[in-house]
């Protein structure tokens, strides 16, 4: 074997898989597992397992059937194209045993693979949801701009060994897609090692996904990878280097987990000895973290300085990108503390692949979007004015010679608010602030401290962290043992300027279809101006998406005039917007008929009435869109 070429080894081991599968031969093969173990009452060993099988002459039949039956014709493999360097090639070579989706019946819904290395993404192509599905796709990754990456994070890699020394981890998400309403939902996901394959050059996996089935310690399906280094080659390492590589780095997390975990009950046992109040505030040091078991992670492994270099280019950019995520608490979560908040958490990358969640991922996202903008951010946990438990991000912006001034945001809005203090343009004030209001516990990377104060409102509480009688701060050498959830690398919009137009125009046609087929029902003749008045609301569109950006109302007097200037004399005009942070016409229409305003307008009849339907769409980072739709009717006046 070892004169074929990789390549050859590996179609020819799938060859046979092919025909193993095909005759049934695997169920043959674990009942007589099952049989042996049954009668002895232990698994037999490898050479007791094959004198089994040539007993009951399963050996002979495997090498006719593989002999004799033609094989599938081999679909040809497109060239990968290489830069020059190293890279990992990752193919998909399908899924089983998802038996979620075991009777699945709507043809509608999909499943997509997404794969994280570090800062690259992938995503595959959607295949139809079934219980094995039937994904196939490449993915090549650059080794080498890894390794400049963490080199210039100061890691230290000897050369000839440097890839036994990259420990990036391979990320994979499974999200499952309702084409027809557009909403996606978290299926799985993992964190696996793939360094097995500088052993021999490639290998196959079998990788267990998991954090669904209500949050169980479960495998939802098994997802089936091959692994290649490209260009082959076989490194000067052997096989027993990287097992010891790989079991040193397991075994120095899990004795720092070790540590920390001791360190951190020791630290809440003293924080309840001060009083019994914090036994009902909210402070949390650890979560459960939806991964391939569900396990407890820190809450300081969940944020990270995160960076989108011209892509979020501003705090504010980051902030709305953040609040157009869809806030969704009952979002794959099964596990609830407190108002409703859940005590499971999801990694960043399945927050942005599924593109909605409670409370703490989009606080973790924003904390740490704002501190990879160079601020003094962190997430923080308290309650509101009736006393229900919330979650917002907190910035601290230094006074130079005074207290610094305390910035509060929505994570689910976008909107900021002025802890104390005047009112400032484009700042609300907690005062007018429906949010949280009273701090109890403060995390970011690197730092976790609960407030010991008796008054826990926003607006009274010092942020002196050096103080010790006011805050209990966690040992920052000891926070440095967490070990760290990937981050995930933020994406540039899904859409072109060119594909902007054409969405909008698309939606603006389908609602304009939809609209009319609704008022034919009823009987009602329906007018649209296509030409002049849509151009003019669009004014009115961009300064809402300002707005909502910067918090800054623009005056509306000029947009008020364009629509006096272009409607005649005794007509009247009436117009509602809507913010919707999806494109799927239909979820439009089912709103539009639902709410009051609205729908007044899309039934509206009367002399000489013509309806008026403009979208403006904004994209952000990823597929994340504002969409705003102005309604409107012009109508002769009674």
């Known amino acids: 074997m070892e004169d074929f070429p990789p390549h050859k080894i590996q179609e020819l081991r799938r060859l046979v898989d092919h025909h193993l599968r095909e005759g049934n031969v695997y169920a043959q093969i674990r009942q007589v597992l099952a049989e042996y173990t049954a009668d002895e009452g232990r698994q037999p060993g490898g050479n007791t397992l094959l004198q089994l099988l040539n007993e009951r002459g399963m050996v002979e039949k495997m090498v006719e059937s593989v002999a004799c039956k033609q094989a599938p014709p081999v679909k040809e493999e497109p060239k990968l194209q290489t830069d020059k360097g190293r890279h990992l090639h990752v193919k998909l070579l399908g899924g089983r045993a998802f038996l979620e989706h075991l009777d699945t019946i709507n043809k509608g819904e999909m499943l997509t693979v997404h794969m994280q290395f570090g800062s690259q993404?992938?995503?595959?192509?959607?295949?139809?949801?079934?219980?094995?599905?039937?994904?196939?796709?490449?993915?090549?990754?650059?080794?080498d701009h890894e390794l400049a990456r963490a080199r210039?994070?100061?890691?230290?890699?000897?050369?000839?060994?440097?890839?036994?020394?990259?420990?990036?981890?391979?990320?994979?998400?499974?999200?499952?897609?309702?084409?027809?309403?557009?909403?996606?939902?978290?299926?799985?996901?993992?964190?696996?090692?793939?360094?097995?394959?500088?052993?021999?050059?490639?290998?196959?996996?079998?990788?267990?996904?998991?954090?669904?089935?209500?949050?169980?310690?479960?495998?939802?399906?098994?997802?089936?990878?091959?692994l290649e280094l490209l260009p082959f080659y076989r490194m000067d390492v052997s096989e027993q280097d990287v097992t010891h590589q790989i079991n040193a780095e397991k075994n120095n997390a899990t004795a720092s987990d070790r540590e920390f975990l001791v360190y951190a009950r020791r630290w809440w046992e003293e924080l309840h000895a001060i009083s019994d109040i914090f036994s009902t505030r909210n402070?949390?040091?650890?979560?459960?973290?939806?991964?391939?078991?569900l396990q407890t992670s820190p809450v300081t492994s969940f944020v990270a300085p995160l960076t989108a270099p011209r892509v979020l280019d501003s705090p504010l950019q980051s902030a709305r990108?953040?609040?157009?995520?869809?806030?969704?608490?009952?979002?794959d979560k099964h596990v609830t503390s407190g108002a409703g908040q859940s005590d499971t958490w999801t990694s960043l990358l399945s927050f942005l692949c599924k593109g909605k969640g409670d409370y703490p991922e989009h606080a973790n996202l924003l904390c740490s979007l704002l501190i990879g903008h160079g601020l003094?951010?962190?997430?923080?946990?308290?309650?509101?004015?009736?006393?229900?438990?919330?979650?917002?991000?907190?910035?601290?912006?230094?006074?130079?010679?005074?207290?610094?001034?305390?910035?509060?945001?929505?994570?689910?809005?976008?909107?900021?608010?002025l802890a104390s203090g005047a009112d400032v343009e484009g700042l609300g004030t907690v005062g007018s602030w429906t949010g949280l209001v009273k701090v109890h516990c403060l995390y970011s990377h690197e730092f976790l401290a609960a407030s010991m104060q008796a008054d826990d409102h926003v607006a009274c509480t010092s942020f002196d962290f050096d103080d010790e009688t006011l805050w209990k701060v966690m040992n920052p050498i000891k926070l440095k043992l967490v070990s760290r959830i990937p981050l995930p690398a933020i994406m540039r919009p899904l859409y072109s300027p060119s594909q902007l137009n054409d969405l909008e125009t698309s939606i603006e046609n389908d609602l304009i279809k939809h609209i009319t087929s609704h008022r034919d029902q009823m009987g009602i003749v329906t007018s649209w101006d296509r030409a002049v008045l849509p151009h003019v609301v669009s004014q009115a569109l961009w300064s809402y998406e300002y707005?909502?950006?910067?918090?800054?109302?623009?005056?509306?007097?000029?947009?008020?005039?364009?629509?006096?200037?272009?409607?005649?004399?005794?007509?009247?005009?009436?117009?509602?917007?809507?913010?919707?942070?999806?494109?799927?016409?239909?979820?439009?229409?089912?709103?539009?008929?639902?709410?009051?305003?609205?729908?007044d307008i899309v039934e509206l009849y009367g002399d000489e009435v013509t309806h008026v339907l403009r979208v403006k769409i904004t994209p952000y980072a990823e597929s994340v869109c504002s969409v705003w739709v102005m309604l409107a009717a012009v109508f002769r006046a009674a």
């Open 283 to 293: 402070v949390k040091v650890f979560a459960n973290y939806s991964s391939h078991s």
């Open 152 to 226: 210039d994070r100061g890691l230290r890699l000897p050369n000839g060994r440097d890839l036994l020394k990259l420990d990036t981890p391979l990320q994979i998400v499974l999200t499952r897609t309702d084409t027809s309403r557009r909403t996606t939902r978290h299926v799985g996901e993992n964190v696996t090692e793939w360094r097995n394959v500088l052993k021999t050059g490639a290998v196959n996996m079998s990788v267990e996904l998991g954090g669904g089935m209500q949050g169980l310690k479960v495998p939802v399906g098994v997802l089936e990878l091959q």
């Open 547 to 599: 707005q909502k950006l910067t918090g800054v109302q623009l005056e509306s007097r000029t947009f008020q005039s364009a629509i006096k200037s272009n409607i005649r004399q005794g007509q009247n005009c009436t117009a509602f917007p809507v913010h919707f942070s999806h494109t799927s016409p239909i979820r439009m229409l089912n709103h539009f008929i639902s709410n009051k305003h609205t729908k």
């Open 376 to 417: 003094d951010a962190y997430v923080a946990l308290g309650a509101t004015e009736a006393g229900h438990r919330t979650t917002c991000v907190l910035t601290k912006i230094p006074n130079h010679g005074f207290a610094p001034s305390i910035l509060l945001w929505d994570v689910l809005t976008g909107a900021r608010y």
């Open 321 to 331: 990108f953040v609040s157009l995520l869809t806030y969704d608490k009952d979002d």
């Open 121 to 143: 993404r992938f995503q595959s192509s959607p295949v139809e949801c079934e219980c094995d599905p039937d994904f196939d796709d490449s993915f090549l990754i650059n080794l």
